[in-house]
């Protein structure tokens, strides 16, 4: 009977190799799985859920949440859809106009906001002042209506995040052959008829991904409402991400975390969504 072959160390090469994995896992270890960890161990007492849903805000902040995704995140796709289009074309003041109109995602969140909440200061702010000039009337207190400051805030998260999803479905619009469109504009098809036959089926799975994985990322974005309202007035414009730091800044560290709990029903399934199609 033939004995069982010998089995070998590792060799240096392979060795070393591990060894140079080591910083990474610890980094990984302490940075990522002990802080989620962490976290999940402090929401862990059912009696943190019960607390949190006899808070009056924040069935008010569940709701602001899913309005803020729904409304926001489709609003952005449709308007990036019709901009990758129009910075298709070739001519020279759409690419300059292009430089421009990334600005906002390039640069810092917290000064461009910042800079949109003082101009809609009601006593000194430049949007009261501009319309005190014309009409000799004092403007309204924009951010002191929860409806406005809302929407202020969802017009601020689309103005901030455009440009990047514009970039990605204009990739995706230049992936497509020109020889489809030759061939649509011999027989005659309208523009309508491009975009619905050959435009859209082309970049339906490149639309939906990025539109859930836009909501995955704007359910963690609280600078569009914290940076300008701060969940004001009266706390009616809370979103998830911005309730937890309001429950951090009263101390209360276990419903914090408990609200970082409450928004995984709504994360995991749009994950599950995602990598289900990059699967495919």
Same mark, same amino acid.
Do not use: C
């Given at each position: ?59 008010? =902040? ?7 995704? +729904?409304?926001?995140?489709? #609003?952005? &796709?449709?308007?990036? @859809? !019709? ?115 050959? =435009? ?7 639309? +939906?991904?990025?539109?859930? #994985?836009? &909501?995955?990322?704007? @359910? !963690? ?60």
């Amino acid at each position: 009977m033939k004995a069982p072959p010998r089995r070998q160390g590792l060799s240096p090469w392979q060795f070393w190799g591990r060894m140079l994995l080591l910083p990474y896992l610890l980094f990984f270890l302490v940075f990522v799985l002990y802080p989620v960890g962490y976290g999940l161990w402090l929401a862990r007492d059912p009696q943190n859920y019960v607390r949190l849903a006899e808070d009056p805000i924040f069935l008010r =902040t569940a709701i602001n949440t899913v309005v803020f995704i +729904v409304v926001a995140v489709n #609003l952005k &796709m449709l308007v990036a @859809l !019709g901009l990758s289009g129009f910075f298709l074309q070739q001519r020279w003041w759409v690419k300059a106009l292009s430089l421009v109109f990334i600005l906002p995602w390039a640069v810092p969140s917290i000064p461009t906001i910042l800079s949109v909440r003082f101009m809609l200061n009601p006593e000194w702010g430049v949007i009261n002042a501009t319309y005190f000039k014309l009409t000799g009337l004092d403007g309204p207190n924009w951010l002191n209506d929860p409806t406005l400051a809302l929407t202020f805030s969802m017009l601020m998260h689309i103005w901030k995040s455009l440009p990047f999803w514009t970039l990605i479905l204009l990739a995706g619009r230049m992936a497509i052959p020109a020889e489809h469109y030759e061939a649509a504009s011999v027989d005659g098809a309208t523009r309508w008829q491009k975009f619905r036959f050959i =435009t859209w089926p082309s970049m339906a799975g490149l639309y +939906v991904t990025s539109t859930v #994985l836009s &909501m995955i990322w704007t @359910l !963690g974005d609280f600078n569009s409402v914290y940076l300008l309202t701060g969940g004001g007035p009266a706390d009616l414009t809370h979103v998830l991400a911005t309730l937890g730091i309001r429950y951090l800044r009263l101390d209360q560290i276990e419903l914090a975390m408990s609200t970082i709990v409450v928004a995984l029903p709504l994360v995991l399934p749009m994950v599950w969504v995602m990598m289900k199609r990059l699967s495919k």
